[in-house]
């Protein structure tokens, strides 16, 4: 510019003049628009003058050049500025700083320390060897430091339900967390049971960035072996590497991660960081299982690994005790009721204890007194009371005086124990009256003895790990293969094997679809429906009808993983003929390991025929003239030597057989004046025999 504005400036003073191509103007007469001007100009005059002008310019040059040279800089800092927020963007979000929002000094640290460990261990009864290590791991990144963008610490929680993994873990965060100590007391859970079908991943994905992004101090993941194979990687790589990569671009829009695909867009994230988190795997699993599902790097990446032990009797007293404080310290708050507790309510409440959930059933049960003692105020509406909370074999039990009346009061259908035991005897009851089946039956009874050692195992420390109780029934129809499932499912609820004790019966087309993609989602269905009970597949043998069939072996390689994943809620029997179901076992490399309870259901002989018909007969409401013993056994007999060999031992034959007496009684009946008949009584003419001979 400085030199275009020199050269305009000599020419004007070598000749004189200064040609313009616009209009201008030195007197007032007026250019038109676009002609050429010649203005005068006398150098000697005018010297002064070009020099200021001149100066002018040069004044107006810097101006711009500092102008210029501070826009420059602007847009550097905001090129710089954009690349921060891009390369902030990129980065896994987590809380930095491997500190965890420590503010205090190493003796203010130990003493937070100190009463975090207080507070659990009045939380969590008999675990201080796992409260000990537990703590270790929530201190390991204070003591031992974090490398940068890594996790602040990542430990396996191992230990059956009900000892205290989850309590410990809230109540040492929370209290870390309302020292300062960590930057949040609160912890994120994904349940990873959430994620159980295929494209699952991709909602993991959201959550996970939500639980990161949450300001949690850290992240609980729990019930890996219910989630779909798929997740299972990406769990592994935020343990093993610290950071999970993204299958896909997203990036974070309105709060949310979102798959863009192919589209151009700011701030695209890559992976997802555990930076600055503590990350707990929460199972009731052993290593051994945890290798399987993760393999051997997994465990190597692990910094602690923190087991509860099973509770022994001395603990679990001791959450009895607690257990009624909070039901007494509640009672008086709430309802305004006064009350004492004993030993003998301390060992009713105890007695509520069950292995396979822990203290969670104590406490359930201290619950549920006191949602009696809450039901007993809404309707009564007494404005206080004063009692005393005793037990007995059938539970606990408030004492209290109301309107000068001495009062009781037990939950409704809390019997305890006494019920537990009705229960069981009511199916051993049920089952010796099934006709026959001797060793069927003895095999059923001998489950209640196997789950009872297992019990006194874990609670003695020991390894204990109940069978696979599959089983396949095998033998001609009307053998009692479904009532014996019946019996079964009722069985193994009341013993404490299942929860539920429901039997769900289905066929092949209540598994198989008729079309593609239709079939897993159908056999998953049947499976849920029958958590905490028994699936009893009828036929079963009809779900493989050769190698082309695909639906049927969908169904079966569904239903063998669905097995393993419910393994500890699920009991399958399988039912069918013999020979057909020997050949279905070959379906599936995983059937026949998953089923090795096979249990033949022989024929009825003729006289058990006759028992079946006799409890038919009584259970319609009949009596049976003994004059029909021989013809009936008679006729059994022969129907087996000459009939079908798939129904002669059938108890179907004789219900059948007992259902046209009755049409033929009630004809004899009507034939009789009123004074002769006998609507209870079954002749042997009423089953087609005379004389006592067929």
Known sequence: MKNDIDA????????????????????????????????????????????????????????????????????????????????????????????????????????????????????????????????????RPFVAGTEEHTPLCRAAVLGKSGTGKHSALTVLAASLGRQGVLKSPKLAAIDLSNYRDPGSEKLFIQDLYAALKSGACGLVFEHFEDCHPSVLPLVSALFREGEVPLPSRYAEQKG????????????????????GKYLFLVTDKTETKLADAF?????????????????????????????????????????????????????SLADAFRSEQGAV???????????????MKLRQKPEALSGKLTGDENGLVFTYKLAGEDRALRREGDTGDAAREAAIESVKQELAEVVGLKEIKEYILSLEDNFQIQQMRREKGLKAESPSMHMIFTG???????????????????IGVLQGG????????????????????????????????????????????????SFGLEAIDTLVKEME??????????????????????????????????????????????????????????????????????HYEAVQREGDPRTNGNGRMARNKVEEAILACSRRNMQLPEAERDLELLLPGDFGFSEGKE
């Open 295 to 347: 393999g051997m790097p997994f465990l190597s990446a692990l910094d602690d690994v923190c087991e509860t032990k099973p509770l022994s009797a001395e603990t679990v007293s001791a959450i009895a005790e607690q257990t009624l404080k909070e039901l007494c310290n509640k009672s008086d708050k709430q309802l305004h009721f006064t009350i004492e507790f004993d030993d003998t309510a301390k060992k």
């Open 502 to 549: 429901q039997l769900i019966e289905v066929t092949r087309a209540d598994l198989v679809g008729r079309y593609v993609g239709h079939t897993a989602p159908l056999t998953q269905k049947a499976i849920q429906s029958a958590l905490g009970g028994v699936l009893f597949i009828d036929e079963a043998y009809s779900l493989f009808r050769g190698k082309d069939d």
């Open 565 to 634: 994943d419910h393994r500890d809620d699920l009991l399958v029997i399988m039912a069918g003929y013999s020979k057909e179901m020997e050949e279905f076992l070959t379906a599936n490399s995983g059937l026949r390991s998953r089923f090795p309870n096979l249990i033949e259901f022989p024929d009825y002989t003729a006289q058990e025929l006759l028992e079946i018909t006799k409890s038919i007969v009584k259970g319609k409401g009949y009596r049976l003239a003994e004059a029909c013993d021989q013809p009936l056994l008679a």
């Open 8 to 139: 305009l400036l000599e020419a004007m003073f070598r000749n004189g003049k200064l040609n313009l191509n616009k209009s201008s103007e030195k007197k007032p007469t007026a250019a038109k628009s676009g002609e050429k001007v010649s203005l005068e100009w006398d150098p000697a005059e005018n010297a002064e003058q070009a020099k200021e002008a001149l100066n002018t310019v040069e004044q107006a040059e810097e101006k711009i050049t500092a102008a210029l040279q501070k826009n420059l800089e602007q847009l550097a800092k905001d090129a710089d500025a954009d690349l921060k927020d891009l390369e902030q963007h990129l980065q896994q979000d987590g809380i930095k700083n491997t500190s965890a929002g420590n503010g205090g000094n190493p003796r203010d640290l130990d003493a937070a320390f100190a009463a975090a460990e207080k507070e659990a261990k009045e939380k969590v009864l008999g675990q201080e060897e796992f409260l000990s290590s537990l703590l270790i791991a929530f201190k």
């Open 256 to 275: 949310l991660l979102v798959d863009i695909g192919n589209a151009l867009a700011p701030g695209v994230i890559s992976s997802l960081s555990g930076e």
């Open 476 to 494: 001609n129809p009307g053998t009692g293969k479904t009532t014996v499932a019946r019996i079964v499912s009722r069985y193994l609820k009341a």
């Open 361 to 375: 059933s104590i406490r359930a049960a201290g619950e549920a007194f006191y949602d009696t003692l809450s039901e």
